[in-house]
């Protein structure tokens, strides 16, 4: 259901840690069971402020917005510290809703108008305490902004008349009556205020007096009243309860009317207490409390499925569900995703310390340290070592590095000539966007002559202090210039460095071994993209092209490894049963021997012909290829 006014909770991170306010350092506790309380209790929205003055920080604050963001439910959006495009980028792959723009920043409204464009509108909010600002950017603020967030709450009339531009107002105090009389103003969306951070506060209370107010708002409001349901002799329906995220089943109690209508206003499952007669709100004492999620009726209307979010233990044992006595069990397989993921895991573990042939994860192993850190994505990494003849296991948090990248890829004297020529152009790239196509030669970059030395231009990127540069193209034999902004490609390193297995004749003869298998996985691959389609018969390199890339090669260790290459996929080609080929003619033997007869001798010289001309016109075909792309 749409339309609803929000409940907004505002959350300021130091350092990794949730404080009271900007001017106000207190720690209000572990940060995401904050959040998991705004997110069980009512909240709608959480808009947090990165407190961070330095590189450092913010990228930890970052890193706990994103931990924020897969543990809770609701609507996260995210401002403070924002001085680049690259910092919009860092809270929408945190997960975050939308990014919040600070209006007393000079370079605010230029980097907010990139982002909107880049990102969408819908994306972007403006935090505001001046209405002068909106007066003089009106049109810019319509246009560049889905919404503001208004901290001063006497200029929302001003702002009104001002701007379209819907709304989230601070308000300064508690005061149910003005905050009816502010939530029935049509542009706003919401209200937020230091005594909605307050987890103390009831805030479904609260919005049960504004839904009495007459404000829509996102409670609940109940499709089966109690007189819906079929009621036990006792006068009673019995309430199963379940895990909403894992679908467990915690317990199962009972509820009469008056703790059906507190359950739906508070949104806390309560019951009813047989033993003693009363009404319980579960965890009201332990803390254990149990947060609705959803309430449904089976087909007969006498019992209640309640999926809920259970803060610690439901049972009163200590126990997380309080099924936990085994009667009788049957092997079978777990579909719960939650456990899933632990199998797999124990699946990981498993191939990481007993090897599997054709297993991912020992593909991922054998590929190195680089290619598991790839797959982190910067999150603490557990890794067990031996020292000593002891195993050890400590915890490490990959350092993150950022490369740039173009999204080009170059090659210099690729027509002869003393140039850099752009072979390939990603789509969505920084290039692309700078209009830059394959072919174009590179000229310049950041004012930097290139000189027709492709390395030369590759560490001209990496050396770049600025994202966003200027470049020299020429395309047609005229030049022209253009700026690309510089995409921003995270690495991870640990700073280990690993000793090399002894250079011997076995371990050599080992390596050339595995290294050939590479070759041979590789022929396998391009063939099956060839096949498939995914790349053109045009693609191919033939004599001629071979020759090319030879005559490029630097020493007698790069030479003798090209003709190691060309070696063995001339020898895996023999082999493919293909006529006037050896893997031809053993197909043949391996047809004649399932027969038990010979081919006719002139089927076979005829399937034989066929084979040379197709091989013959192909080379034909892929060596005109290679004197085009050379000449």
């Given amino acids: 259901m749409t339309g609803f006014k929000n409940i907004v909770a505002t959350l300021y991170l130091k350092n990794g840690q949730a404080v009271k306010s900007a001017s106000d350092m207190t720690v209000m506790g572990d940060v995401y069971n904050l959040c998991q309380l705004y997110n069980d209790s009512g909240i709608d929205k959480i808009i947090i402020f990165d407190l961070s003055t330095d590189d450092d920080e913010h990228e930890k604050n970052i890193h706990t917005i994103e931990n924020i963001n897969r543990n809770i439910d609701i609507?996260?959006?995210?401002?403070?510290?924002?001085?680049r495009i690259e910092d919009v980028k860092k809270l929408l792959y945190a997960g975050c809703l939308q990014v919040i723009f600070n209006a007393t920043k000079d370079s605010s409204l230029e980097l907010a108008n990139v982002a909107s464009e880049k990102f969408g509108k819908d994306k972007i909010l403006l935090s505001i305490s001046n209405v002068d600002y909106i007066f003089k950017h009106q049109e810019e603020i319509e246009d560049t902004f889905h919404e503001l967030l208004v901290l001063n709450i006497d200029i929302i009339d001003a702002l009104e008349n001002l701007t379209s531009t819907p709304y989230v107002v601070y308000m300064p105090q508690f005061d149910m009556d003005k905050i009816i009389d502010v939530m029935k103003r049509e542009t706003l969306r919401g209200i937020a205020g230091e005594f909605i951070n307050d987890p103390e506060n009831d805030i479904m209370a609260i919005k049960t007096k504004l839904s009495d107010g007459g404000i829509l708002v996102d409670n609940f409001t109940p499709d089966l009243k109690w007189s819906d349901l079929k009621l036990n002799s006792d006068g009673m329906v019995p309430v199963i309860v379940q895990d909403y995220r894992n679908e467990q089943v915690l317990m199962l109690a009972y509820m009469n009317e008056e703790a059906f209508n507190v359950t739906i206003n508070s949104g806390r499952m309560t019951y009813w207490s047989r033993s003693r007669n009363e009404l319980w709100t579960k965890g009201l004492t332990s803390g254990h409390l149990q947060y609705v999620k959803s309430l449904t009726a089976d087909c007969d209307y006498d019992t209640i499925l309640a999926k809920v979010s259970q803060v610690g233990a439901a049972c009163h044992t200590g126990n997380r569900t309080c099924f936990f006595n085994n009667i009788v069990k049957k092997e079978y397989v777990e579909k719960n995703p939650l456990t899933v993921l632990e199998s797999v895991y124990a699946v990981i573990v498993d191939r990481m310390k007993n090897p599997k042939e054709d297993s991912y994860t020992n593909a991922v192993m054998e590929k190195g340290i680089d290619e598991i850190l790839k797959k982190s994505n910067g999150e603490e990494l557990t890794i067990q070592l031996e020292r000593n003849n002891e195993e050890k296991e400590i915890k490490l948090t990959p350092?993150?590095?950022?490369?740039?990248?173009?999204?080009?890829?170059?090659?210099?004297?690729?027509?002869?000539?003393?140039?850099?020529?752009?072979?390939?152009?990603?789509?969505?790239?920084?290039?692309?966007?700078?209009?830059?196509?394959?072919?174009?030669?590179?000229?310049?970059?950041?004012?930097?002559?290139?000189?027709?030395?492709?390395?030369?231009?590759?560490?001209?990127?990496?050396?770049?202090?600025?994202?966003?540069?200027?470049?020299?193209?020429?395309?047609?034999?005229?030049n022209f210039t253009t700026n690309i902004e510089l995409d921003l490609i995270p690495t991870y390193y640990l700073g280990i460095n690993f000793k090399l297995a002894e250079n011997n004749f076995t371990n050599n003869v080992y390596y050339a071994f595995f290294k050939t298998g590479d070759f041979l996985g590789s022929i396998l691959e391009n063939l099956k993209m060839l096949f498939t389609g995914k790349v053109g018969i045009d693609q191919m390199m033939g004599p001629v092209g071979i020759s090319s890339v030879v005559s490029q090669t630097t020493g007698i260790a790069d030479f003798l490894y090209m003709l190691a290459i060309i070696s063995i996929s001339l020898g895996f080609t023999n082999l493919l049963p293909i006529p006037a080929l050896d893997g031809g003619k053993l197909l043949i033997l391996l047809i004649e021997a399932i027969r038990r007869k010979p081919m006719k001798e002139e089927l076979e010289i005829g399937i034989q012909m066929v084979g040379f001309i197709i091989l013959i016109s192909l080379s034909i075909f892929i060596s005109y290829k290679d004197i085009l792309r050379i000449f």
């Avoid at 609507?75 to 001085?83: F, M, P, S, T």
């Fill in 75 to 83: 609507k996260v959006c995210a401002g403070g510290n924002i001085n």
């Fill in 399 to 478: 350092t993150k590095k950022e490369s740039k990248s173009t999204g080009i890829y170059v090659a210099s004297n690729t027509n002869g000539k003393d140039e850099t020529q752009v072979l390939q152009v990603d789509k969505g790239s920084a290039a692309e966007k700078a209009g830059i196509k394959a072919n174009d030669i590179i000229i310049k970059f950041n004012n930097e002559e290139i000189e027709g030395k492709a390395d030369k231009l590759i560490q001209a990127i990496q050396n770049c202090k600025e994202n966003n540069v200027e470049v020299e193209v020429k395309r047609d034999g005229e």
